[in-house]
């Protein structure tokens, strides 16, 4: 199995974690208990959906991998870097402050952050960025939008 289809599998597996009342422990100490039950739903989805019938719920999605960046940090003799694009989707009932969507993007966020090294896969996480929307219609619902680009080694050739 490949770093990048293996870093989709810890992607899922932590995103699944995010289930009201579980404890994290995050990577510092300490550990974080979530807010909302979205990890009972996460789905991979390689093409884009307005949202799910189904909330709360998560889709993730693994982007562009590249290799080679001049601003990365030169990897060791004989390795060579590769960057993997990561986004995630929460889609969560919400009141019109749009409460319940920041509980689901502290979830996301602390589900992706608790272990900066995701067991030793990936050498950090960078461009983190996350962001709130709300939707009023039929059902007042929010959208979490969490992006970031892991950075990962490998001997030079693989994937």
């Not at 932590?14 to 974080?32: A, D, E, M, P």
């Not at 993007?105 to 929307?133: M, T």
């Amino acid at each position: 199995m490949s770093v990048a289809d293996q870093i989709d599998s810890y992607l899922k597996a932590q995103l699944g974690k995010v289930v009201r009342g579980g404890i994290i422990i995050l990577f510092g100490g300490g550990t974080y208990t979530f807010q909302t039950d979205a990890g009972q739903l996460v789905d991979k989805n390689l093409e884009y959906t307005e949202h799910p019938d189904d909330m709360p719920s998560l889709v993730y999605f693994t982007g562009r991998n590249s290799t080679d960046f001049a601003s990365d940090p030169q990897p060791e003799l004989g390795m060579e870097n590769h960057l993997q694009e990561l986004s995630v989707e929460g889609f969560i009932e919400c009141d019109k402050a749009g409460t319940e969507g920041d509980q689901l993007k502290q979830d996301i966020s602390c589900a992706l952050k608790a272990d900066p090294f995701w067991g030793g896969l990936i050498e950090h996480l960078e461009s983190f960025e996350s962001n709130v929307a709300i939707q009023n219609g039929e059902t007042v619902f929010a959208v979490v939008k969490v992006s970031a680009t892991a950075l990962y080694t490998v001997p030079f050739g693989s994937e």
